[in-house]
């Protein structure tokens, strides 16, 4: 292993000689300057892996070395050293990108500390989180077995989350294997689980908190509560707990989480069930009888969630709740940053619902485009790939005019997504769903040990496109291709990110409170 070398300058260098000696029996090499003229000139004949600065130095000083070092070699670490704890200089140092800043008199560990932070950081914390999942696996392992209620798998899947978030960091790719082993086994057994419950769920509301539930049991008593003050519901379509995650801190440095938990997407969970379930505050069989005419078949022409609004506006009135609400469907970045710059007319507003379509977009587009393959191509770049979105974006904006304006925030989603890897071969009629995670018709033909059946869509509360209507659901990581062309559509779609189906992604969900900082 190469020694790390040091540029250690200061006025002051022959009292360090101790501190040398030190460093190198602990594998440094250090060099030593007394004014920082002469260390801009050894930077440029020497490569030295970072500079100990000292504040405090005549002719030119710590504060402008640290400025042309930083113009010059903007990558070199950096760690400042000095007697002077006025709060400007600190902060004019750490605005300039220090790497750490230490108080003189310095000790010998003191140095060797931030050596490490710096130098062995990464490794040190690969290390620990490595020994600690060790140590987990076995408890992981035998807790899958034992998960009986939807509380214990809400709780099971973010703990899962956490440990995917931590070690996707690592370089150990075996570790990362071994952890998508355990969710595969815990997504079959979460499969099961719901097969086993969904149904009673939805016949005696028994169940976890769901999407047409989430609304009067959540919304409603804030909008009642808080007359005076705008709610902005944002319902970012496709948005997975682990995405959730990612963006919250930047959220956070503007409002301040006030209540964060999971829900339970209904089945199918695809936008056209889910999200109108959300809005009209009814399961999609209810809504299609109470609302005809806002309801739009599988079968039938035209857009599935055009009537979101209206949905929304009945079940309001439906719980004698009349406020001033608004409601906007975001696409594209312009109608996105126009209604940024207009929020401020919204000030009347009880409730204003924004849906956010570009999560959704992400996903389905890495079906049809290479690019977005290579951008996404797993959990980790998906994620990656919507924290850069998010930063970058008018919906940003939006949540930081919103807290300008003081306005209460709600984040939350219609369904989550999976990466699918395995095909099943499906045949049936020519009315045939075309989701790749869920299927509707007659004459449905596949491996029925494979998927969970539902013979009877009335039993879930789903209408039925014709009278001998089934739908069919799949599990883990599995989609749907049909029999004509099977092998290109099963390469075509393998690697993608779909829903419609079961999966710990796709159906448990955030639902987050927030208030104004």
Same mark, same amino acid.
């Given at each position: ?41 050894? $930077? ?26 930083? $113009? ?45 932070? $710096? ?69 079959? $057994? ?76 209904? *089945? ?47 079940? *309001? ?126 004459? *449905? ?73």
């Amino acid at each position: 292993m190469t020694p790390i070398k040091i540029l250690w300058v200061d006025d002051e260098i022959e009292l360090l000689k101790p501190h040398f000696l030190f460093l190198k029996a602990k594998g440094y090499l250090t060099t030593a300057c007394n004014n920082g003229q002469d260390a801009l000139l050894m $930077l440029q004949n020497e490569v030295f892996n970072v500079v100990l600065l000292d504040e405090n130095m005549p002719g030119l000083g710590g504060l402008e070395t640290l400025n042309e070092i930083k $113009l010059n070699y903007p990558n070199l670490p950096v760690i400042m050293i000095t007697k002077n704890e006025a709060e400007q200089i600190m902060e004019e140092a750490i605005g300039s990108k220090i790497s750490d800043y230490l108080i003189k008199p310095v000790n010998p560990n003191q140095i060797l500390l931030a050596l490490k932070k $710096l130098f062995e950081h990464k490794n040190l914390i690969a290390e620990k989180t490595i020994i600690n999942y060790q140590q987990a696996f076995q408890i992981i392992s035998l807790s899958i077995n034992e998960l009986q209620t939807h509380e214990e798998w809400s709780n099971f899947y973010i703990k899962m989350l956490y440990w995917e978030m931590e070690l996707e960091g690592l370089d150990d790719l075996a570790m990362l294997e071994i952890f998508q082993n355990q969710m595969k086994e815990a997504n079959r $057994l979460f499969a099961k689980f719901i097969e086993k419950n969904y149904e009673k769920w939805i016949i005696n509301e028994s169940g976890p908190l769901m999407s047409h539930q989430i609304i009067k049991k959540k919304l409603f008593p804030i909008i009642r509560n808080e007359t005076s003050k705008t709610t902005l519901m944002l319902v970012i379509d496709n948005l997975r707990f682990d995405q959730w995650k990612m963006i919250a801190p930047i959220i956070e440095n503007h409002y301040q989480k006030q209540e964060e938990i999971s829900y339970f997407s209904i *089945l199918p969970t695809a936008t056209q069930y889910a999200r109108n379930a959300i809005f009209s505050g009814m399961m999609p069989l209810e809504a299609q009888k109470k609302h005809p005419e806002l309801w739009v078949n599988e079968n039938e022409e035209g857009g599935k969630n055009l009537n979101e609004a209206e949905f929304l506006k009945a079940q *309001l009135l439906r719980n004698g709740i009349k406020p001033q609400f608004s409601y906007y469907k975001i696409t594209n970045i312009k109608a996105g940053r126009e209604l940024a710059k207009s929020l401020n007319n919204h000030q009347k507003d009880n409730l204003l619902v924004v849906v956010y379509n570009f999560v959704d977009m992400i996903s389905h587009a890495k079906t049809e485009m290479e690019i977005i393959k290579e951008l996404a191509s797993d959990n980790k770049a998906f994620r990656s790939l919507t924290l850069s979105w998010f930063k970058n974006s008018p919906l940003l904006e939006i949540i930081q005019n919103a807290k300008k304006l003081g306005f209460n925030l709600i984040i939350t989603t219609d369904h989550g997504t999976i990466n699918v890897e395995q095909s099943l071969e499906i045949k049936g009629n020519r009315e045939l769903s075309v989701n790749l995670r869920y299927k509707t018709g007659q004459s *449905l033909s596949y491996p029925t040990k494979s998927v969970m059946e539902v013979n009877d869509p009335k039993s879930i509360k789903l209408p039925a496109p014709n009278l001998n209507s089934k739908f069919i659901f799949a599990r883990e990581q599995q989609y749907f291709v049909y029999q004509n062309n099977f092998n290109h559509y099963a390469n075509h779609y393998r690697n993608t990110f779909q829903h419609g189906g079961i999966s710990m992604e796709e159906m448990i969900i955030p639902f987050v409170v927030m208030r104004p900082r």
